[in-house]
């Protein structure tokens, strides 16, 4: 029998009780394994590209199986061993795990154990984002998800829990993608909106503001005297900066940062010194398109009448740089 040029098959049978003569015919890509009575036990067999039209049922107690490609059946694998595949197995019947034989009609999966569960795809919150246009109902377990981890399912709008409420994500933590930016300092003890037993911090946007050359502190020169150095304060001194004569002008950079819709947050501001300076300390967290400009970034803390703090978010150094100057932005918000 000429076999075609797509097909190389060894098959290597080690058999065990009745011994029984198997046939192989080919026809064009399709190997056809049949046999009468049983053949005993199949072990240490590989199928490579071969697609079966007859069940392995027949051939006893299947042990071994390795198929690389595509495996077809007309009714069925009884296997008391391991099945290793590459492709895909196709089933159209009801699949029986852990028993002999099924208790229940009305399923097509039936798993049976007294000793052992149902481990569902573990994966982390993201990996879990990453999977593409996610299926009504597809289930997964979240290893980061909440303290200790959590079963979830995609409803068809959003991720929840096994009684429907809104999943949990992972605790914030540093570096993570979170509202809108990326979390670069997380707050402490004695910082301004501390609160114990929280997680709060600060999130930096994932690009500049500034474009070009960079924008203005401001064009007005007289000492505003509310605007803090410390962490936690960067909000309000952006605000005092809106509300003095300078105005809520995009053509600066407090107005250009509340402008700002990052994430759809209406709450970004421009960094004092020292939430700069953490920023700075952070910047191993932002990474290809959110990386930080060689230049100056500006903060909202005033200097003098005629100054603001400044700080390079590249090479370093902080500094005093005169308000008409253009400088560059990157907005940040709390959480």
């Known amino acids: 029998m000429k076999l075609t040029k797509y097909l190389i098959l060894f098959l290597f049978f080690s058999l065990k009780g009745f011994s029984q003569q198997f046939v192989l015919t080919s026809s064009g890509e399709k190997v056809v394994l049949s046999s009468t009575g049983d053949a005993g036990t199949l072990t240490g067999t590989t199928l490579k590209s071969t697609v079966l039209a007859s069940s392995l049922t027949s051939v006893g107690t299947l042990t071994s199986l390795t198929v690389s490609n595509t495996l077809t059946t007309n009714s069925g694998i009884n296997s008391t061993g391991t099945i290793t595949n590459t492709g895909s197995i196709i089933n159209t019947g009801k699949i029986a795990i852990g028993a002999l034989s099924a208790a229940s009609s009305s399923a097509v999966l039936e798993v049976s154990s007294t000793t052992q569960g149902f481990l569902p795809p573990r994966m982390t919150y993201a990996q879990r984002d990453a999977i593409t246009s996610p299926?009504?109902?597809?289930?997964?377990?979240?290893?980061?998800?909440?303290?200790?981890?959590?079963?979830?399912?995609?409803?068809?709008?959003?991720?929840?829990?096994?009684?429907?409420?809104?999943?949990?994500?992972?605790?914030?933590?540093?570096?993570?993608?979170?509202?809108?930016?990326?979390?670069?300092?997380?707050?402490?003890?004695?910082?301004?909106?501390?609160?114990?037993?929280?997680?709060h911090g600060l999130i930096a946007a994932t690009s500049d503001q500034s474009s070009g050359i960079g924008v203005k502190w401001s064009d007005y020169y007289t000492a505003i005297g509310t605007l803090s150095e410390t962490i936690g304060t960067g909000s309000a001194n952006t605000t005092n900066i809106i509300n003095s004569p300078i105005g809520n002008s995009t053509n600066y950079a407090a107005g250009l940062a509340r402008a700002y819709r990052g994430g759809g947050y209406n709450d970004w501001y421009v960094p004092s010194i020292n939430e700069l300076n953490e920023l700075y300390n952070s910047r191993s967290y932002f990474v290809g398109n959110s990386s930080f400009s060689d230049g100056i970034y500006w903060s909202s803390s005033e200097f003098a009448d005629w100054a603001a703090f400044t700080r390079g978010l590249v090479g370093g150094g902080d500094g005093v740089r005169s308000r008409g100057e253009t400088h560059i932005l990157r907005a940040i918000r709390s959480f």
Not at 140 to 145: E, G, Q, S
Not at 153 to 165: E, R, T
Not at 188 to 199: E, I, K, R
Request: glycine letters at 16%.
């Open 135 to 199: 299926s009504q109902g597809l289930m997964v377990y979240c290893t980061d998800c909440g303290p200790n981890g959590e079963p979830q399912f995609y409803n068809g709008v959003a991720w929840v829990n096994l009684i429907g409420a809104a999943a949990t994500t992972p605790p914030p933590t540093l570096g993570m993608s979170y509202q809108g930016g990326i979390i670069f300092y997380i707050l402490q003890s004695g910082d301004n909106g501390y609160v114990a037993g929280q997680t």
